[in-house]
């Protein structure tokens, strides 16, 4: 099935097919990276589905396990939620809570009303060149999740994932 042309400015992405809901990422593999919320609240631990006033999304350059860096893929995506629970599947039902999802996500971009980036592969013959060169993906700059300690995470935090270009 072949997709309409420039259908991310005609279609909201909740009337999006499928086809069209998966070629919106574009592949950055941020959501990948582990982050972890700096709250004052010591006895909140594990996953979340909301964030408080007053705390704070840090991204870390820990890749999940399964995240093949230099490709920005994932090594099991069809079976990512099973293998790792906390993984989150972005839908068109979990759109809303996507505070996790760092500003350059193109869902994060579209739910916003700002279009999707110039280096965008739909924008660039289907090609992450472009965002690779842009430096707006993960290629290589991560460390697997299993090299590194639970508590060392603060020691790897990163501000990267944040910049958004355009």
């Known amino acids: 099935m072949s997709l309409a042309e420039k259908f991310w400015e005609t279609k909201s992405l909740m009337e999006m097919s499928d086809a069209e809901w998966e070629a919106v ?15 004052e609240d010591e006895e909140a631990e594990g996953p979340t589905d909301f964030i408080r006033e007053g705390e704070t999304v840090h991204f870390t350059n820990i890749a999940c396990q399964y995240l093949n860096s230099n490709k920005c893929e994932c090594d099991c995506y069809e079976l990512r939620t099973v293998l790792v629970p906390d993984c989150v599947k972005l839908t068109k039902e979990n759109l809303k809570d996507i505070f996790f999802m760092p500003t350059s996500c193109s869902y994060r ?3 916003e009303g700002r279009g999707l ?3 965008h592969p739909l924008l660039n013959g289907g090609k992450k060149s472009l ?7 993960v290629r290589n700059k991560t460390i697997s999740e299993r090299a590194v300690h639970i508590n060392d995470f603060e020691d790897h935090i ?3 994932p ?3 270009l355009d």
């Open 109 to 111: 971009r579209l739910q």
């Open 117 to 119: 980036p110039s280096w």
């Open 158 to 160: 990163v501000t990267w």
């Open 131 to 137: 965002m690779h060169k842009k430096q707006m993906s």
């Open 162 to 164: 944040l910049n958004d």
């Open 25 to 39: 990422c574009d592949g950055c593999a941020k959501c990948c990276l582990n982050k972890f919320i700096d709250d």
